[in-house]
């Protein structure tokens, strides 16, 4: 059991300081913008959402907007920014059209877009709309796979897309995120619709400044929640927890792993999500073994895994300079070897409660991982390596239904990240676009977003989770 913070100690008295009104002024003069509350849940914007595609290739079927659709989702036709719509400001100059209500999102199927000129309708389009975004709105880019497009300029005016999505992150104010979906051209609205679904719910809320590929969906077969059976590791505390509370919210059945010695902690969350439990060291040469023979033994001898969640890590942070190998050997293992050798194991299609065939395989990786860290070598090795891994499954198996993805968290608020010294935790927390440390949650939506059969068109991406922090990609 941790002892109680010192309120006396000066992390505590920095932290009195700058929760006062004195001390939120300081810190925003400082560069340290204190963040907006973040929309979470399954919600959707409260406003109405903008949508036009636009592009000299726009599809016939229309694949964003009958997504939308189908979730739901009411949509306008968006205003556009030209001389002729503008209002005269005498203080401020031409002013674009302002909509009536606040917006929800603003959502743009540029799939068809081939040509740089046609990119002056996209900044016409988000010109007003970023304006009148209300908190917490979204805006969300679909536009084509940059290697399915033909020509040098469609190829540039694709990959353009990217740094404008990126940058109109970093704009964005109150909450609000922007993200790039790239749609495949043989991917349909059901292909999508999972994933506009998330973007503009409440799930999304830590998510900004991304992009990914959506292709076909990878397997059509769909199963009750409540048969589903999702391994989470890591399970007994933090985000591995939320991520076992957030599978059971959708009604999937639990299997909590975690190691002996957090058994009371992890019996715990197994009986909230009315689990079961597993201890079990995943770095013991049989872990894989045991996995499967506690699902086919809980649940028969049929049953497999049709999600897992490698959520398990370690860190052990020092200077490479003054890194032996027993901290170096323990990050590699649990973080990296341990996934490759449960793969190995559960992917065998004979083994009695392994990996079913379309088994959603969600890894958790790290910005450490994509830019690298002071003091992590050991670290960002083994999370760098996660992401080889999802990369090297996702070719090894493209003949078969199964899916693999990453995510890569940020700094995210956990009691690991609470023992950080304040002043370079609060440093970690606002450097980012969404100016705040994220949630567990946030990291269990994307999570269980990525394992949705109806997401099966997601493959071999990795998400970070981080409110697009100023380190990485």
Request: glycine residues 10%; aromatic residues 4%.
């Amino acid at each position: 059991m941790s002892r109680p913070a010192n309120p006396l100690s000066p992390d505590a008295l920095l932290e009195g300081l700058l929760s006062s009104p004195f001390g939120r002024s300081l810190a925003k003069q400082l560069g340290l913008p204190e963040g907006p509350r973040l929309r979470r849940g399954s919600g959707l914007p409260t406003g109405p959402v903008a949508y036009d595609a636009l592009g000299e290739a726009a599809r016939e079927d229309a694949p964003v907007l009958a997504a939308l659709v189908r979730l739901g989702v009411s949509t306008i036709r968006p205003l556009h920014d030209e001389p002729a719509t503008r209002t005269a400001d005498p203080d401020h100059g031409p002013q674009p059209p302002a909509y009536d209500a606040p917006l929800g999102g603003v959502v743009l199927d540029l799939t068809g877009v081939r040509s740089v000129a046609v990119l002056e309708s996209v900044r016409a389009v988000l010109r007003p709309a970023v304006r009148g975004l209300e908190a917490c709105g979204r805006v969300i880019l679909v536009g084509p796979v940059v290697e399915e497009v033909e020509g040098f300029e469609a190829k540039a005016v694709a990959r353009g897309l990217d740094g404008l999505v990126r940058s109109l992150g970093k704009e964005v104010r109150g909450g609000a995120t922007a993200n790039l979906v790239r749609l495949a051209a043989d991917a349909g609205a059901d292909d999508l619709a999972s994933t506009l679904d998330f973007l503009l719910s409440g799930r999304s809320a830590y998510v900004s400044g991304q992009a990914w590929l959506v292709g076909r969906r990878r397997s059509a077969a769909e199963r009750p929640e409540s048969r589903r059976i999702v391994v989470v590791t890591g399970a007994a505390r933090g985000i591995g927890a939320e991520i076992a509370r957030t599978f059971h919210r959708v009604g999937a059945t639990v299997v909590a792993v975690d190691v002996p010695r957090s058994g009371e902690a992890l019996g715990a969350v197994a009986n909230e999500v009315q689990g079961t439990a597993l201890q079990l060291d995943i770095t013991a040469p049989d872990a894989g073994h045991r996995i499967a023979e506690h699902v086919a033994e809980r649940y028969g001898e049929d049953a497999r895994i049709q999600a897992i969640a490698h959520n398990a890590g370690i860190t052990r942070d020092r200077m490479l300079a003054n890194m032996d190998e027993k901290r170096w050997a323990q990050v590699l293992d649990v973080n990296l070897a341990a996934q490759l050798r449960l793969n190995a194991v559960l992917l065998d299609p004979t083994l009695p409660g392994g990996y079913a065939e379309d088994v959603h395989i969600v890894a958790s990786a790290s910005t450490s991982g994509i830019a690298g860290n002071r003091g992590q070598t050991n670290y960002a090795t083994s999370k760098a390596g996660v992401i080889g891994i999802v990369l090297a499954l996702r070719e090894a198996y493209a003949d078969r239904p199964l899916t693999v993805n990453a995510v890569a968290p940020g700094f995210i608020e956990t009691d690991m990240t609470a023992a950080i010294p304040f002043v370079q935790k609060e440093m970690f927390r606002r450097m980012n676009s969404l100016h705040q440390g994220g949630r567990p949650i946030d990291v269990a939506e994307t999570i269980v977003y990525l394992a949705d059969p109806a997401t099966s068109g997601v493959n071999g991406q990795v998400i970070r989770v981080c409110g697009q922090a100023i380190v990485g990609a």
